[in-house]
Nanobody, 121 residues
Framework: QVQLAESGGGLVQPGGSLRLSCAAS????????MAWYHQAPGKQRELVAH???????TYADSVKGRFTISRDNLKNTVYLQMNSLKPEDTAVYYC???????????????WGQGTPVTVSS
């Protein structure tokens, strides 16, 4: 079983920055895609950004040019650098990972517990 642990959320003023981290742990796994989602109060969970094992990235239109996703494959860790934060970025941010684990290898999809981000003056 692959577990994800997020960190880095908090309260920040509009225009500020935060960096989220998410580390995967377990044994006998390979991660293909890592991603960040967010869920604002009363809304559905939405994809923010994802990154393949080869480093190909995609972003939601709302965060393009402000957020950067990156990963360290040796550490099985994904990061989300969030700049020029806006009040509408306020949400709980969830890490997601997809890959194979175990023997024989089986597909898995894991979620972190979520880290809250509040953008307010």
């Amino acid at each position: 079983q692959v577990q994800l642990a997020e960190s880095g959320g908090g309260l920040v003023q509009p225009g500020g920055s935060l960096r989220l981290s998410c580390a995967a742990s377990g044994s006998g796994f390979s991660i293909y895609v890592m991603a960040w989602y967010h869920q604002a109060p009363g809304k559905q969970r939405e994809l923010v950004a994802h990154i393949s094992s080869g480093g190909t990235t995609t972003y939601a239109d709302s965060v393009k040019g402000r957020f950067t996703i990156s990963r360290d494959n040796l550490k099985n860790t994904v990061y989300l650098q969030m700049n020029s934060l806006k009040p509408e970025d306020t949400a709980v941010y969830y890490c997601n990972a997809e890959g194979v684990a175990g023997y024989p290898p089986r597909d898995f999809r894991s979620w972190g517990q979520g880290t809250p981000v509040t953008v307010s003056s």
